[in-house]
Structure formats: C-alpha cells, structure tokens
C-alpha cells in the first residue's frame, strides 16, 4: 500500500496527545540511532543540522542534548502544530531550531546540513532515491545521513490478520537505494517485540502513536470480532498478544 500523505498527517495529529505515552519503541529506536551515529562516526560534532519527521520532538531534544554545540536545527514534519510540541520540549533551546512545516520529498530546504537525520519516519516517503539525491545535495562535504525506518516485518501481525501494511524495505534493498549517493558506514537491524493483554489494546497504541495511517475504512462490529478472535489465536504467547517492530538503522557519508 503507497502511504496517503493527508491520512498520515491525520492520523499523527490526533496522536499528538498520546504519542510519547505510547511510544516505547520509537524511543528505543531514537537512542540505537544516536548511539550507531557516534559509533561509525566518532569525530561528528554537527553546528546545522536537519532533522527530518520530528513528530513531538522526541528524537529533537536526544540530538541537542547530545551534540551541544549545535547552533541551528532545522525540523521538519508533514504536521505544523508539532512546532508547538517541539517548543515545548525543548524549553529555551527552540530559539535554535527553525520549524519546517510539509511533506520532505517536495519542500524547499533553506540551506546545507553537517548532519541530517531522521527516526522512524521514511517508511512513509514514496521515493527514497529521489529523496536521498535531494539530501545529498544539502549535505556538506564530511556530512553524515542518519536514519532509522522499519523492515518488511514491521507490524507483520496486522498484515497477517488484516492483509493491509506498507511495503517495506529489506536492509539489503534499502542499502542498495542508499548506495546510490552514499557510501555506508553502518547499518543493522532489530527486532522489538511488545505485549498488549488483548487485540484491543495492539489497536488502541496504533491509534495512540499514529501508527494506523494505512486506512480509513470503518470496520462493522463483525469485522472488529473477527480481528480479535484471529489475532489472539494466532499471536498469544505467554505475555499476551505481541507485535513486532523491525527498524533498520542506516549511518551514510556522501559520494562527492
């Protein structure tokens, strides 16, 4: 399924309340990301950086907090009222950042980046090559790409009970996009696996993190009874029912 950019904006926006509640594994993700960063690139100390799907800001106060010296941070989101959440978060630092309302692949970036980086957000984008060419030319020279966005077993819970999901990339297919412009210097993935006491629930933190913005049909009381009696029997175990994350993790230099 192509993600509907004006469902994702949607969805996400009536998240916004909940979102941090419910996003344990964005959270995780977020810190892998920046610990991958300062592995493969031990000497990056970024002064402009672009921080792609910034959502609440959770990913944006982890990058200030860990790179001081950051003197402007530009941060993007397809929701402009996540600007406020940002502001929020950050307290005194937003006069660092400038805010960039609009979808990635067709806004105008004001200026080159030492850093762009981005988490859990480009599963969403429908043409990564596109895009990574329009990144590498606002990279500096010396610059790094960091990103975490999820495999083809992302959700494979929903996918199997529903037959609904995005198409997501392998590491290898994703690599092989990246290499394009990029010379890669780490990349891996993971699997997080988290537990809900019922089908109910796995929907209701989709709804909380934004996560459902794959559809807009209406399921009848049939169809909802359906879903629970297939998804509880075939994803309990021990703990309850699970649901799988699967992030791919991706530090890059540009080609020049």
Not at 32 to 54: D, K, M, N, Q, S
Request: hydrophobic share 40%; glycine share 6%; proline share 4%.
């Amino acid at each position: 399924m192509i993600p509907d950019k004006k469902l994702i904006k949607l969805r996400f926006e009536q998240a916004a309340a909940t979102y941090e509640q419910q996003a344990k594994v964005q959270h995780l993700v977020a810190d892998r990301l920046l610990v991958l960063l300062t592995e493969a690139a031990p000497a990056v100390t970024p002064v402009h950086v672009l921080e792609i799907g910034c959502c609440t800001g959770l990913l944006t106060e982890k990058i200030l907090d860990l790179f001081p010296d950051v003197s402007h941070l530009t941060v993007s989101d397809l929701v402009a009222a996540f600007e406020q959440c940002v502001c929020r978060k950050i307290g005194r630092r937003a006069s660092h950042i400038t805010f960039l309302a609009g979808d990635i692949e067709s806004v105008d970036l004001p200026t080159k980046y030492d850093l762009i980086i981005s988490s859990s957000t480009l599963h969403w984008v429908h043409d990564l090559s596109n895009l990574f060419r329009k990144l590498h030319a606002h990279l500096n020279p010396g610059g790094i790409l960091a990103f975490s966005q999820y495999g083809v077993d992302n959700l494979r819970e929903i996918r199997a009970v529903t037959g609904v999901g995005l198409q997501y990339k392998e590491l290898e297919q994703l690599q092989a996009v990246v290499m394009e412009k990029f010379d890669i210097l780490a990349a891996e993935e993971n699997r997080e696996t988290l537990w809900f006491p019922d089908p109910i629930s796995v929907l209701q933190h989709l709804r909380s993190t934004g996560v459902n913005s794959i559809g807009q049909q209406v399921w009848t009381r049939k169809q909802v009874n359906s879903f629970i009696s297939d998804y509880t029997h075939r994803f309990t175990g021990e703990q309850g029912v699970c649901l799988t994350y699967h992030p791919i993790f991706i530090i890059a230099r540009p080609q020049f």
